[in-house]
């Protein structure tokens, strides 16, 4: 599929918004976690813009590390399987983690994550996400600081991507796609 034209994607969330938004995310962080070292891991790819801006918001000593996991592969819809494919550089022993995702939607992602990072024996364990879809859900994952609530839509920029483009886009627009598609 070529690249969506104009008329098949919409603005669902403007830049000032999210900007504004990340702000109180990371305003709430800096005051619940007062005085404390905080170690924010971004889950690759999606989530790097919504961290890199995050994290310069958060007034604490902090930290940051990657994990990468294959779930969605180059479609739209996830497969179920989930698998890392890039383990994090270092240990969260005692650390208060911050999960940090671009999007809740099925919960697998977030539901396999969370099990894997709880084995490491972190002090605390909490999840950012810039948005949400609820009514995607096939696991119980809350996340303890959402960005947006959205409905059942596909969106792409800052940092979500369809089949790994318009993840530049500093807005989050809505993307019109086939029904069936699930290959570009
Ligand atoms: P989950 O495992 O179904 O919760 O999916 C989480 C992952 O699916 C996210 O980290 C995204 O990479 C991807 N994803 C889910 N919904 C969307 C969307 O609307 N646009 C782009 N990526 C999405
Ligand atoms: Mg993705």
Redesign the pocket.
């Given at each position: 599929m070529p690249i969506a034209r104009p008329e098949e994607r919409e603005i669902l969330i403007r830049r000032a918004a999210i900007e504004k938004r990340v702000r109180e995310v990371a305003h709430r962080i800096t005051r619940d976690f007062k005085g404390q070292r905080v170690h924010l891991i971004g889950?690759l790819k999606?989530a790097c813009i919504f961290l890199s801006d995050l994290v310069r918001e958060i007034d604490l000593d902090t930290s940051i590390d990657f994990i990468a996991v294959s779930?969605?592969g180059r479609g739209k819809e996830?497969s179920g399987q989930v698998r890392v494919l890039k383990d994090l550089d270092s240990s969260i022993a005692d650390l208060n983690v911050i999960l940090v995702?671009?999007?809740?939607?099925?919960?697998?992602?977030?539901n396999y994550l969370l099990r894997v990072l709880r084995q490491r024996r972190p002090k605390t364990l909490r999840v950012a996400a810039l948005l949400d879809?609820p009514s995607r859900r096939i696991k119980p994952v809350k996340a303890d600081y959402v960005g947006f609530t959205i409905p059942n839509k596909?969106?792409?920029g800052y940092g979500?991507?369809?089949s790994e483009r318009y993840r530049n886009l500093k807005d989050v627009w809505v993307l019109h796609l086939p029904a069936d598609a699930k290959e570009p």
């Open positions: 889950v999606g779930s969605y996830s995702e671009d999007i809740l939607d099925t919960g697998l992602t977030l879809k596909f969106v792409v979500l991507d369809y």
